[in-house]
């Protein structure tokens, strides 16, 4: 009997084992925190919405991550009533359902508004029959235009992965690292060095980039200085830190330098941006981590619409992939910037997630769409 017992305990901590790693976001920590006492704010600008423009030369799609209406509301609060958010008019929602369940997972959320397609819960680029099928990111690259993808998880997470990729299986890491060698991407950032130059199969994918032209920089200091050219940035040997760890202002860095390179391109240009952690905080039920991710995704929604202003030809696409947590606000204070938090669940809900758009063809976004309808509509504006 105590051998049986032993046996059983190591198989179960085998199991926990295996479900650890890249995934680790999701575990719960042993108190929910679910009251955010408030931190430091910032001002917003407010810009002027370009409407001499019918069509977009370039297009900046920004997704948060599990960010349903309580996430945008929590952020709000915490930053005293005032997000760039709020520059947005042209405003609609997204129903997020997947070919195989009514709650999405990441992977299938992403696909759908990558591609136009529903697949089923864990693909990546691929139909319900595992086919590949051509992502927004792909059509903008065969006609021409520079692209770019830009997060703060692994650059081989589930949503990056999506405008990149094509395998059955979300969890491919290494065999989606070496997805990015078969494309012609010319800027991507975030973290997941170690599925490039840490691999079971020995390879260095890092060196075939730099063959195929890529300037590698490790870190936001030294990615930031990269004004030209192609760019791997790797903000992290795995994920990024959240921001209440001190993660700072990588995503609205990465996401201007991103712009800057893309920009220079004549046949304009194609930028998806994720802002990966707030459905992370939301499977932690954490208040304070939802909000603070947050409000530093809507200082990249900033960089963008700040380009998107003064360049007259940009459309600005803000959505998210799914609702993380049920998420729900019970007090607050605006002065302060406290929320109190609660939550149904540390999974993704069903409900209906926001779609904000600002730009030439902004006007075509309002109202309930499909999730498969937005980069319908944003490839036949900009003619992919």
């Known amino acids: 009997m105590i051998l049986k017992n032993i046996l059983l305990l190591s198989l179960l901590c085998f199991i926990v084992f ?14 929910d925190l679910k009251i955010y006492k408030g931190g430091e704010n910032y001002a917003i600008k407010q810009f002027k919405e370009p409407n001499k423009a019918k069509k977009p030369k370039n297009v900046i799609f920004l997704i948060g991550d599990g960010m349903g209406v309580s996430q945008v509301f929590s952020g709000l609060v915490a930053n005293r009533g005032e997000l760039y958010l709020k520059n947005f008019t042209n405003i609609g929602f997204s129903l997020t359902q997947s070919a195989s369940h009514f709650i999405t997972d990441s992977g299938a959320g992403g696909t759908a508004l990558a591609t136009g397609v529903r697949t089923f819960n864990g693909a990546i680029g691929v139909d319900i029959d595992s086919i590949p099928i ?72 890092t060196l075939e980039l730099k063959n195929k032209g890529f300037q590698i920089a490790i870190g936001i200091d030294s990615i930031s200085k990269i004004t030209k050219g192609k760019l791997a940035g790797f903000t992290s040997v795995k994920h990024n830190k959240e921001m209440l760890e001190g993660r700072g202002n990588v995503l609205p860095t990465a996401t201007k330098t991103a712009i800057n390179i893309l920009s220079s391109d004549p046949d304009g240009f194609f930028l998806m941006v994720e802002g990966s952690q707030i459905d992370w905080g939301a499977h932690q039920n954490n208040t304070g981590y939802i909000a603070t991710e947050l409000i530093d995704f809507d200082q990249a929604i900033g960089i963008a619409l700040e380009f998107a202003s003064k360049n007259k030809e940009t459309l600005v696409i803000v959505t998210a992939d799914h609702e993380t947590g049920g998420f ?37 976004f309002r109202g309930f769409h499909e999730n498969t309808d937005i980069p319908k509509l944003i490839s036949k504006l900009a003619g992919y």
């Open 18 to 31: 295996l479900a650890k790693g890249q995934d680790d976001y999701k575990i719960r920590p042993e108190q």
């Open 134 to 205: 051509q992502n927004i990111r792909e059509k903008a690259e065969a006609k021409g235009c520079a692209t770019g993808v830009v997060s703060t998880s692994a650059i081989t997470h589930a949503t990056p992965a999506s405008f990149v990729a094509h395998e059955p299986d979300r969890d491919w890491y290494e065999e989606i690292a070496s997805d990015f060698l078969k494309t012609n991407i010319d800027v991507f950032i975030g973290g997941g060095l170690n599925n490039f130059n840490d691999r079971k199969d020995s390879v260095d994918l």
């Open 328 to 364: 729900a606000i019970e007090g607050g204070n605006f002065k302060t910037g406290e929320i109190k938090g609660d939550f149904t669940s540390d999974y993704h809900s069903g409900v209906m997630v926001p779609v904000f758009a600002f730009g030439p063809g902004a006007q075509y």
